[in-house]
């Protein structure tokens, strides 16, 4: 049943970001794997998408993730892109922060990417070629006092990133960050910030398009990591 396209996983679907994902590369003419932990809403995106398909998949579990890219291998194909948006975090400072908080946000923003891009890449190095976009937070560049957890699990991914980069660039395998730099504008967020203007969110259109731009982009001039943020941001 495998789909004949280019394969693309997007891991953490939801309204935001990962639905941009998988609306660009399928109307880019991949077949998309949805993944999420429920299914529900990756299933519902998935029936609108020609080729698509939904996955249920708790990132930060080895068994669920090898389950699914095991079906995605069944179904679909090797992936020759895998787009990791898989992100938690509660905001919060040291002393309120609990450990299964602290833990889980590392499971879902670094220990994810890495069970993800490790059943990914041994395809991707025996073609020759793939892409691995992971999408990371100004959070891994600085640690703010209310975000512990978040700060530090996204410093790990990046950090991860930049380690598979260095590794997997001579092997074809263009591996790249996507630094997000505001506030995904998804409805949760112009519920809670209605006085803010349209130029003050990031669009996850916009973010996607960079990302598709990341995996076209020539191998004479790679980047790793590119900054997503918008005009009015200040910075």
């Known amino acids: 049943?495998?789909?004949?396209?280019?394969?693309?996983?997007?891991?953490?679907?939801?309204?935001?970001?990962?639905?941009?994902?998988?609306?660009?590369?399928?109307?880019?003419?991949?077949?998309?794997?949805?993944?999420?932990?429920?299914?529900a809403f990756p299933a519902q995106l998935a029936a609108s998408l020609p080729g698509a398909?939904?996955?249920?998949?708790?990132?930060?579990?080895?068994?669920?993730?090898?389950?699914?890219?095991?079906?995605?291998?069944r179904e679909l194909g090797e992936p020759e892109v895998l787009l990791y948006n898989a992100g938690s975090g509660v905001f919060s400072g040291i002393e309120e922060t609990t450990a299964a908080q602290m833990e889980a946000a590392w499971r879902?923003?670094?220990?994810?990417?890495?069970?993800?891009?490790?059943?990914?890449?041994?395809?991707?190095?025996?073609?020759?070629?793939?892409?691995?976009?992971?999408?990371?937070?100004?959070?891994?560049?600085?640690?703010?006092?209310?975000?512990?957890?978040?700060?530090s699990a996204k410093g790990a991914q990046r950090l991860l990133a930049e380690s598979m980069a260095r590794a997997l660039w001579p092997a074809g395998i263009h591996v790249a960050l996507i630094v997000v730099d505001g506030v995904v504008d998804l409805p949760r967020?112009?519920?809670?910030?209605?006085?803010?203007?349209?130029?003050?969110?990031?669009?996850?259109?916009?973010?996607?398009?960079?990302?598709?731009?990341?995996?076209?982009?020539?191998?004479?001039?790679?980047s790793f990591e590119v900054e997503a943020r918008p005009f009015a941001e200040q910075w």
């Open 1 to 39: 049943m495998q789909s004949g396209k280019q394969v693309c996983v997007v891991a953490g679907v939801g309204p935001g970001i990962g639905a941009s994902y998988a609306r660009r590369f399928a109307k880019e003419g991949y077949a998309v794997a949805l993944l999420a932990r429920s299914a």
């Open 53 to 73: 398909r939904a996955f249920a998949c708790d990132v930060g579990d080895e068994a669920s993730v090898a389950n699914a890219f095991a079906a995605i291998r």
């Open 108 to 151: 879902v923003n670094a220990f994810g990417a890495f069970l993800c891009a490790k059943q990914a890449i041994p395809a991707m190095k025996q073609a020759g070629h793939g892409a691995i976009v992971l999408t990371g937070a100004t959070a891994s560049r600085k640690g703010g006092a209310r975000a512990a957890a978040f700060a």
């Open 189 to 222: 967020t112009r519920e809670r910030l209605k006085d803010k203007p349209d130029s003050f969110f990031v669009q996850p259109d916009a973010v996607a398009e960079t990302a598709l731009r990341l995996v076209q982009q020539q191998r004479s001039a790679w």
